[in-house]
């Protein structure tokens, strides 16, 4: 998930270091980490926090790291255009959608909410391998990893946005960079958290008011590669406000400028270890909030 961004960023520095080669490998989270916990890279991208057992992994390969958020993504819910209906889903009524047990039996509108019309609801969503499935498990279903599997599974967005738009009863979750490059095709659905229904935007997603779907990613850093010169540099690019236009020319949404300075503190401390304290993905906390709490 993390990679454009890293590559982006690489590609950047190269350009005006070239002395100096950044190499970016591309595999998801938990294979990241078992490389970097190895020591094996000196730099982990992540979509998600560390999971305990990585901390443990970590602590066994004699691995500090410097955990920094470097930008947001806020899961997008859509439907197909011609869906007039759908326009504000509560947490509780995707639960309904998606929890194991409504494999089989919640399969029209009309289940999910007496007032949507009588037609069938076709689901589509990414594979259970996917971090992004693990998070949306886990925000909206309660558990990460669990939910009914009579969906359309794919790995690719783009056949999850096919289906969609060619399915008048579709429903489908994916990253917001992922949304705005086919708001002709696909309904932004808003969610409602508890506090009112919410579409997720730069804004929504930077202010925490998009909830339960809005999530940092992040690059943890080998506290003994940081010393070096050419790594110190990268992480300080890649921290700088002035190119946050990379992470959004990528797809994704910059911190803003008050928490950048607060990441940046971070790396210059050395601080070492997770502000999520190795419990994994953790849904409706914020970003600013977990940094005060820390200091």
């Not at 993504?73 to 929890?99: H, I, R, Y």
């Not at 990253?175 to 919410?198: Q, R, W």
Request: glycine residues 10%.
């Amino acid at each position: 998930t993390v990679f454009p961004i890293s590559e982006a960023m690489a590609e950047e520095v190269q350009k005006a270091n070239p002395g100096v080669k950044v190499t970016v490998g591309k595999s998801g989270t938990g294979g990241g980490f078992k490389k970097f916990c190895n020591g094996e890279t000196d730099i982990s991208n992540a979509s998600r926090p560390i999971k305990p057992e990585e901390v443990d992994l970590c602590k066994k390969g004699n691995v500090e790291y410097v955990e920094l958020p470097v930008a947001y993504d806020g899961l997008s819910v859509v439907v197909n255009p011609q869906n007039t209906f759908a326009q504000c889903l509560k947490v509780d009524e995707l639960k309904k959608m998606w929890e194991p047990t409504a494999q089989a039996k919640v399969t029209t509108w009309n289940q999910i909410r007496p007032s949507f019309p009588n037609e069938r609801i076709g689901l589509y969503g990414p594979g259970t391998d996917s971090g992004t499935y693990d998070f949306f498990t886990k925000a909206i279903v309660g558990e990460e990893g669990k939910s009914r599997g009579d969906y359309t599974a794919s790995e690719d967005d783009n056949t999850l946005v096919q289906g969609v738009s060619a399915d008048k009863g579709g429903i489908a979750f994916f990253g917001y960079a992922y949304y705005a490059e086919n708001k002709d095709k696909l309904k932004l659905v808003a969610i409602d958290g508890g506090k009112g229904c919410v579409e997720p935007s730069e804004a929504t997603i930077n202010d925490g008011t998009y909830q339960p779907l809005a999530r940092p990613e992040f690059i943890y850093v080998k506290k003994t590669a940081a010393s070096r010169p050419e790594v110190k540099a990268f992480v300080e690019y890649m921290l700088a406000p002035a190119n946050k236009k990379l992470i959004s020319e990528v797809g994704y949404v910059p911190l803003p400028d008050e928490l950048l300075t607060e990441v940046q503190a971070r790396f210059q401390a050395g601080k070492v270890g997770s502000i999520f304290e190795g419990k994994g993905s953790q849904v409706g906390l914020t970003l600013k909030d977990l940094l005060k709490q820390e200091k």
